[in-house]
């Protein structure tokens, strides 16, 4: 992954853009194109909940194939399960030749769960963080890193409109890094399933568990064991490994390497490596994908047993006595 300098929005200057969706990353593409100066347009179905916010923050909001039909950058921002409909149905039929079209994560291309019509640019743009945290960085001026690839380049200057537009949303000089499209899907997924919100969640709980079924308090549990991550991850994210390892006790330092590797032993590490192959065949996108009410009804279903956890219950008592004593 080469990091790219380029620092200029204003190859954005001429075209009118279409964010396409207005959620977690489309709030904040938006917002800070806006703040950027840029000529963009929020597409959003009629029935959108999101049309009332869009709308108090200034935005001008069209439907979709109206938005898409009328601009030269066009972004999708709406969740991976619906793409594959509403590009078929809205997006590509209205797509003007020699469009760019840009995605902020790399599955629908990759796995080919869209056909990109001939005579479109396409480009990715991936902000290293969720909307939330890219729109607060772009208002504190700090910005973040962010990964950029081109899978196609009829125009000959689609790593420039990448460049430019990872620049209008707030991206640090200096930490736009290119990559490829299978490069950033791939280790995107396997990052939230194997560590990030996959692996890290049921080592936290694994925890939890060990310290309540041996007798210590619940409350004691879930301060050593979810509480604390916060100030570990800070640490590893201001200093990485080396640093965070150099920024604790002693105790803290000799235990953790000496015991760490007993927890995530090969039996984790094989684990993982099937998670990569069902990542990497295609596996996965096609669960997720096949049918979105299904995937919708299984994540619901599972995110109810979740908050049945007692890890939930203890911990929602200490973060309203935490919270209301500040």
């Known amino acids: 992954m080469s990091c790219d300098n380029t620092r200029d929005k204003n190859v954005l200057t001429k075209e009118r853009i279409a964010v396409i969706g207005y959620g977690s990353q ?95 640019n396409v480009f990715l743009v991936a902000p290293r963080g969720p909307g939330r945290l890219i729109r607060r960085l772009y208002e504190q001026k700090t910005g973040f890193a962010c990964s950029i690839a081109v899978a196609c380049d009829e125009s000959g200057a689609t790593w420039d409109i990448a460049n430019g537009y990872a620049s209008a949303i707030g991206a640090i000089p200096g930490a736009i890094y290119r990559t490829t499209f299978a490069e950033e899907c791939q280790a995107d997924l396997f990052g939230e399933q194997a560590v990030l919100c996959g692996g890290l969640v049921e080592l936290i ?74 990542i990497q065949t295609g596996r996965f996108a096609n669960e997720l994908l096949s049918d979105p009410k299904e995937t919708e009804t299984r994540i619901a279903d599972l995110q109810k047993t979740e908050a049945h956890h007692p890890i939930e219950e203890v911990g929602a008592r200490i973060r309203k006595a935490i919270q209301g004593g500040s």
């Open 26 to 120: 489309g709030h904040a593409h938006a917002l800070n194109l806006l703040d950027s100066g840029l000529n963009l347009v929020v597409g959003l179905r009629p029935d959108s909940p999101h049309r009332p916010d869009a709308l108090s923050a200034g935005l001008v909001v069209e439907d979709i194939p109206q938005a898409v039909s009328k601009s030269n950058v066009v972004i999708i921002l709406v969740p991976d399960e619906v793409q594959p409909s509403l590009f078929a149905k809205q997006i590509k039929p209205n797509l003007k030749p020699n469009t760019y079209l840009g995605f902020a994560h790399g599955l629908a291309v990759h796995f080919k769960k869209i056909e990109i019509p001939p005579q479109t």
């Open 205 to 278: 709980r694994a925890g939890y568990e060990t310290l309540t079924d041996a007798g210590f308090s619940p409350e004691m549990a879930y301060f050593e064991c979810l509480h604390e991550v916060k100030l570990i991850a800070d640490l590893l994210c201001e200093k990485g490994i080396a640093g965070m390892r150099a920024s604790i006790s002693t105790t803290a330092r000799f235990g953790g390497l000496t015991r760490g590797s007993r927890i995530i032993g090969e039996e984790v590490r094989n684990a993982m490596k099937s998670v990569l192959e069902e």
